[in-house]
């Protein structure tokens, strides 16, 4: 039931918005009680974050695989990793929404019955600085990744460069300018000239 119920609340935000989802919308498509949701999740926004959380822990398992495959090939894994986030903020519109979304986690969520705000919608997600964790847990992940198999590297340098890979990843989603191809192998580039790794042969195909 519970996963039912987050596809359910996944599909209809995508399709119109979280501030317009109601919990006795998701009740009916499910087919449980209203009552058996808030026992299950709290109320909107518990279920607005165990949404997050979900797509959140997807995503990070997603970069995780895409790095491990390459262990000891630097482009290679930047390259997937970035390209790994282009393709599923494409084919998912609730991670793009939730990555895009103010890092500083400064808009105020949404509350009342239903988790909606009198007077105004709450946008795709009213759990801002649950996404600014998605986006430093992801960080966090290159950075550690980066120290592990390339203790050669300034530790400053590894936490500078991935800030710097992130935040320009996230501005291709917000304003995509080429092919995803061409973008990944962009940001590659310049996350290696700076970790001074662009002498590596393989970052040149």
């Not at 009213?126 to 960080?139: G, K, W, Y």
């Not at 992130?166 to 580039?189: F, M, N, Q, W, Y």
């Amino acid at each position: 039931m519970r996963e039912q119920v987050l596809k359910t609340a996944h599909a209809l935000t995508v399709d119109k918005g979280w501030d317009r989802v109601r919990l006795s919308e998701i009740a009916e498509v499910v087919g449980v009680s209203r009552p058996t949701i808030y026992k299950e999740f709290g109320d909107k926004t518990g279920l607005g974050d165990a949404m997050i959380v979900a797509e959140a822990e997807r995503f990070l398992a997603g970069i995780a695989v895409a790095l491990d495959e390459h262990a000891q090939d630097a482009p290679a894994a930047i390259l997937a990793a970035v390209r790994y986030t282009l393709d599923e903020a494409e084919r998912s519109p609730l991670l793009k929404a939730v990555l895009t979304s103010n890092r500083d986690g400064s808009e105020t969520p949404a509350s009342g019955d239903d988790g909606t705000r009198p007077g105004g919608g709450a946008g795709m997600l009213p759990l801002l600085t649950t996404s600014h964790s998605m986006l430093h847990t992801a960080s966090a992940s290159l950075t550690a990744w980066f120290a592990h198999h390339f203790p050669e590297l300034d530790a400053v340098d590894i936490a500078d460069g991935v800030d710097a890979l992130v935040r320009l990843t996230v501005s291709h989603l917000v304003l995509p300018e080429d092919s995803r191809d061409a973008t990944a192998r962009r940001i590659t580039l310049v996350a290696l000239r700076y970790l001074r790794l662009d002498d590596l042969p393989s970052a040149r195909r």
